[in-house]
C-alpha cells in the first residue's frame, strides 16, 4: 500500500515564481484523491543563479583540467564550491519553507501515513531548469523515512504491463577509451539467470540500435552507459564512436522507443551526461520510469550509483527509495567530487506510480490474477469489543422506543410510518431523520389519491355503504403503502419481475380511475344527468331506428349486387340474334319482362308477388327506397332531438314516463349505481380523448408517485437497510454479545444486563443504533455484499485462462489426433466465452479488446475451413491464438475489476 503527492509548478519559473499550484494526494484505499487547496511559491532567482554557477563549475571540473589549476582562483577554490553547494541547499530547504506552500503542506502532513510507502512528484515541464533544483533538500522527504521524490509531465498517459518469463535487460555498454563498464557487468552478470536475462550491445549503428529496441520480446529495463549530452529540450546519446553517424536523439528513435515501451519498457537508466534532455524526451513518451544524470558525471560515480542502485532497487522493491539510498551513498565520494549526489534525477510516468522489482519479475497472468484478488480481498473484518466496553458504550445510548399506543396502532393500517420507508438490517441516524420528513408528505398523497373514493357513493344517508367506501379507501392505501415498501425493498419476482412494483402500477391506475370516477360524481352532476338523458334517447329512440335502418340495409346491398352481376351477364350477350333464347331468359330474371321493363310508369307484373320474388334490379330499387326512407326517419328524429337544445329537456317533453324512471322530484339521478356507473363511462370518455384539466393534474400526480418509491432504492443507506447480508451480520453481531454477556452475567448488575437485552432486542427489531463498532460491523457486511460478483467475476478469469493454458500446453507438446483434438477445441472455446462474457460487461467498448475478440474469431473459422496438416498444429495454432489474446484480455479485465472494485468499495 502506497501514497502518491502530485506537486503540479504549471509553467511557472524561478524568475517570475509559481502560481496556482494545487497539490493532489492519493492512496490505494482512498474514496478519491484529495486537494488542499491552491498555493504558489515565490520567485527564487537566487537559486536559479546559484544552479547556473554550479552548472559553469561543475563543467570545469571535469574538462580535463587538473584540480589545482581550478582550485588556484578563489572563486573556484574547493571549499567555495562546497559552499557554493552548502548555500545552493540551503536555499532551496529555506524557499520550500515558504508560508504560503508551507500551508497547504502542513495540512497534507495530517493525512499522511508516517508508515506508508509514499512518492511525491514534482509537476512540470521546464526539466532543462527546473530539473536542476536539488529537490531532495525538501525538509518534508527526510521526515518521511519510506519518502522519494521525482519529477513527471503532466500530460503523461498510462501504459500497459507485458508479461514475461524473465525480466529482460538490453545493456548498451559504450567502449569508449575513457569509460569503464566492468562495474556494470559484474552487477548486471550477479543477477539471477532464472530471473533475469540480460543482451549487452556496443558500437551500435542506428539500423542495429532500433532492431534491438524492436525486439519481438520486448525489454523491462534498459541501461545506456556511455556518452550523452542535452540540446536544448532534447537529449542526444553517442552510440559508437566513429566520426560522423555516431549519436542520436530519442526524437530519432522515437517510433522504436514507443515500441519498446509498448512491449513493456519500465526503466531507462541513463548513466551518461547532460541526460535531463533524455528525460524529458521519453518522459514525453510515457516511459514508466527513467533515471539520468542532470550535468556532466565522473566514471567512478556514475559505477558507485548504478552499482548502488540496481541491488537496492532488487532488495527495497521501491525505485524511488533505491534512488533516494544510492544518491545518499554518493555523498561518501563527495570529498573529492564535489556534488556528486546532487547529480542522479528520477523522472516518472505519474499514472504508474511507485515502479517496483516484483513488478517486473517473471508472473503468469493467472498469478497475477491471483494476486489482485487476494489484494481485494485484504479488508479486515471488524471484531466485537470487549464486554465491558460494551456496558460503557450501551450506558451512554438512548435506546428506541419502539412501543405504540393504540390510537397509533389504529392509524398504522392505513397510514405510511417513517418505518415504513426502510427494512430494519440497519437504520443511520441520517436515515430515519430522512424517513421522518418524508412519511407525513406520503401520507397527505395518499389519502389525497384515494378520497374520491368515497364520492362513488354520494348518498349520506346510507350508511353501510359510506362504511364500505371507507373500508375499500383504507385498504386501497395500505396496499399502495405496502407495494411502494416492496418496490423500494427490491422483492424480486420470478427472477426479473418485480410484483411490488406491478402491484404498486395497478393500484395507482385503480386510484386514477376512483379519482376520475369521484370527480365527475363530484363537480360534474349537469353532465352527468345529460349523459344519462343521452344513454336514454340512444337506448329507447335511436337503438330501434337504428336496427330496423341496419335491417334494411344490408338486403338492400345484396340485391343491387345481385342486380349488376345479372346486368353484366346480359350485356356480354349479342341482342341481335334471334337464336339465342338464354338472353330473353336473363333479361326477364333481371328486369322482369320487357313490357315491364319499357312502360316505366305503369304497373308491374310482379308488384302483388312478394318481394324476394320480384326481378333482381326492381328489387334492389324497392330496398334501397325503403331505406332511404328510414334514414331519413332517423335524421328527422335526431334534429328533433337537437332542437330541443338539450336531451334532457327532449325526454321530459316527449317521453316523461322514461324521465320519471331515471329522475326524481328534483331532476337528480334516481338511483346512485346508476350515477356511479353513467360517471364511469363518462370518465373513461375523458380519459381516452385527455379531455379533463384534473384529470390531467391526476396523472401527473400519480406518475410522480408511482416514481417516488422507486428513487430511495439506488440510495446506500435504504439499500443497507434492506441488506440480506447486513441484517446477517446484524445477527452475528447480537448473537456474539450477548454470548460475551452471558458468559460474564455474574460480573455484571441487573439493570446493566437488563439494560443490555432492552437495547439489544431493539437493535433486532429496528436496526438502529449508533455504536460505532456495530455500525463498522454491518458496513463491512456491506462492502462484501457489494463486490462479492466482482471477486467471483476475478476468480471465473483466472479459471478459464488457467484451463486455456493448460490445454494449450497439451495440443502444443503432444501428438494429437482428431478425434481426442476436437474435444480440446471445445474446451477452449467454453472458456474462451467465458472471457468474452466479462469483456462485454466491464469493457464493451474497447477497440483493442474487440480487435482480439475478432482475431480469434478468424482464427477459428481457419480452423474449421482450411484442411491443414497434420490437425494437431492446426488445433494448437488456434489454441495459440486464443491464449495469446485471452492472456491480454485478462489484464485489461483485472484492471477494470480493479477499478470497479475500488469506485464500488469507497463509495459509502
Known sequence: MSQTVIIPLGKGDLKTGFTNMKPILSDDRQKLPQDFGITSLPAAPNILEKIQKFKTIHEELLRGRSSSSVFDNKDYSKQGVQDLIDRLKKDTSEWLENDSFKEIIDKLKVVLNFNKETIFMLEFTNYEELGRIPWETWKLIEQYPKAGIALTKPQNQPVQKVYRKKIRILAILSDAQDIDNEEEKKILDSLPKNEVETIYASSLSREKLTDLLWDQGGWDILLFSGHSETEGEQGRIYINNDEKDNSLTIGELKEAVKKAIERGLQLAIFNSCNGLGLASSLAELNIPAVIVMKEKVDNVVAQKFFCTLLPSFREIDNLPLAVKEAKKQLEGLEGKYLGASLLPVLSVNKNVGILRWSQLQPITQVENIKKIRSLLELWEKPIVPDWKKIIDEFRSLNSPKNQKKPAFLLCSLFLVEPNDLHGNSYVSQKLAQASSIVAPFVNVINVFSTLFLLLIVKSPGFIMSWSLALLFQVIIIKLVNIYAEGATAKQSFWGRINISTVGLILLNVFRLSAFGVGIELFSNQPGLKEKLAEDIVQEYVFEPREKELKQQKEPAIEARQECKGLQQQVDRLPSNNPDYPERDKLFQETHGLWEDYANQNSSKSYEKDPISEWPACPKANRLEANYDRVLKAVEEKRTE?????????????????????????????????????????????????????????????????????????????????????????????????????????????????????????????????????????????????????????????????????????????????????????????????????????????????????????????????????????RRSLYSEVVLSASDTLSDRLCHAIEKKYNSTIRHD
Open 641 to 873: 332531438v337537437k332542437n330541443y337544445g338539450s336531451v334532457l329537456a327532449y325526454i321530459k317533453d316527449v317521453k316523461p314516463k322514461l324521465y320519471e324512471n331515471s329522475f326524481n322530484e328534483v331532476g337528480e339521478i334516481r338511483y346512485d349505481m346508476r350515477a356511479t356507473l353513467v360517471a364511469s363511462n363518462l370518465f373513461i370518455e375523458k380519459l381516452f380523448s385527455f379531455q379533463s384539466p384534473e384529470l390531467r393534474l391526476f396523472c401527473s400526480i400519480l406518475i410522480i408517485t408511482s416514481i417516488l418509491p422507486f428513487i430511495p432504492r439506488y440510495n446506500e443507506d435504504v439499500q443497507m437497510s434492506h441488506s440480506k447480508a447486513v441484517n446477517q451480520a446484524k445477527r452475528d453481531f447480537i448473537e456474539e454479545i450477548r454470548n460475551k454477556l452471558y458468559q460474564n452475567q455474574n460480573q455484571l448488575s441487573p439493570e446493566d444486563y437488563s439494560l443490555c437485552q432492552q437495547i439489544l432486542g431493539e437493535l433486532k427489531e429496528t436496526g438502529r443504533c449508533d455504536y460505532q463498532p456495530f455500525v463498522d460491523y454491518v458496513k463491512y457486511a456491506r462492502k462484501m455484499e457489494k463486490t462479492r460478483y466482482l471477486l467471483e467475476d476475478l476468480e471465473k478469469l483466472e479459471i478459464a485462462l488457467e484451463k486455456i493454458i493448460n490445454r494449450w500446453e497439451q495440443l502444443k507438446n503432444s501428438s494429437i489426433y482428431p478425434e481426442t483434438a476436437s474435444p480440446q477445441d471445445i474446451i477452449i472455446t467454453d472458456y474462451w466465452n467465458d472471457i468474452k462474457d466479462l469483456i462485454s460487461r466491464y469493457l464493451p467498448n474497447d477497440k483493442q479488446a474487440q480487435g482480439l475478440i475478432e482475431e480469434v474469431k478468424v482464427a477459428s473459422a481457419a480452423n474449421q475451413k482450411f484442411g491443414l496438416s497434420p490437425v494437431a498444429i
